[in-house]
């Protein structure tokens, strides 16, 4: 009971996005977009310009507000800050990593398959074997 | 006595156990199957907004465009807890679609409404071939029909608010990848709601391992 992690619930969260200029255009199309009084955006887009800092910043952002739900990020921008999305470990927001239109989507780079992964790695197996 | 008692027990754990590493491993392959249609489905978008550029122009279709003034999103999710066993919950999203920016939910409540009716009068229509039948149908149609076709109106209004951002006139193509990107974000829901499954099954399935290890 005390490791039980709470979730917040809400009835009209968003879907935040980390992602290059067409996906978050798809997205904006799809009906995502917010933009709050003090004008913050729930997307970041990622272009040749943006530096690791900026993207760790909003990753950083997304994560901490209460009002979103799911952060979508681009796999190629996750790699660029894989050690911040893989120490990631909350439930809400859920991050899912997408693929983008030069970098198709690969399940070895996956933080949650490399999360579980370890069921079926040797490390394990060994240590059932001890 | 004692001893077939422990037995079927431990028969019982044991069977448990393997529903789980099961469980795992179909929450693993849903997952992994969403995550190629969600790739296939933003393919087709990316290739439509192409188009859309191709033949309105980039300087028609591009980031700077973007609507910067206050104004909520259109389609948000609803979180809830959803009870995995004993002791665990998982967050479950729900997608709501086109609820009016201005009133997000009074609006979905209309919308959840509203589509269910729908969902009902179309299975009517299915379910009964028959003139006289569809003849009542449809008379009896015109009673509810002021919810959905209030739905339907009002996921318009929404749809030709995001793409007014491009302007009045813009490419059958680009209406077209709004529809794709729609589906990629129903997708995303999918995918998020198998990827909590997905950790769960894995948090059990590695807690018998501990304790079968103990």
Sequence with gaps: ?130 | MESSKNGRESNEVISEREENIINFLDSMDTYLILMDSLSSTLRQGWLELASARYSMGASRINSTLFDLKFHPASTTLQVNEQSAGPDRELPHFTLCKWASSSNPEKNFEEAKFGEDELLKIKSNNLQHQDTSQSSENQARSPESVGTPVTVDDQAQRERSKSLSMFGTLVSPKLRASQVSFETALEMVVEVSNMRASLLSAYDQAQKDMDTALK
């Excluded at chain 1, 992690?5 to 009906?31: H, K, N, P, Y």
């Excluded at chain 1, 693929?99 to 949650?112: G, L, M």
């Design chain 1, 1 to 130: 009971m005390a490791n039980r992690v709470q979730i917040r619930t809400s009835s009209s969260a968003l879907i935040a996005m980390i992602a290059d200029e067409d996906t978050i255009t798809g997205f904006l199309l799809a009906g995502v977009g917010n933009v709050d009084l003090r004008r913050k955006t729930n997307y970041l887009i990622v272009d040749s310009k943006t530096t690791v800092k900026q993207i760790e910043d909003a990753f950083k952002e997304f994560t901490a507000r209460e009002d979103i739900a799911i952060v979508l990020i681009s796999q190629y921008v996750a790699n660029m800050i894989r050690f911040l999305v893989d120490s990631y470990n909350k439930p809400i927001p859920a991050i899912l990593e997408i693929p983008s239109k030069d970098h198709p989507y690969d399940p070895a780079h996956d933080s949650v398959l490399s999360r579980v992964k370890y069921l079926f790695s040797t490390e394990s197996v060994a240590s059932g074997r001890r």
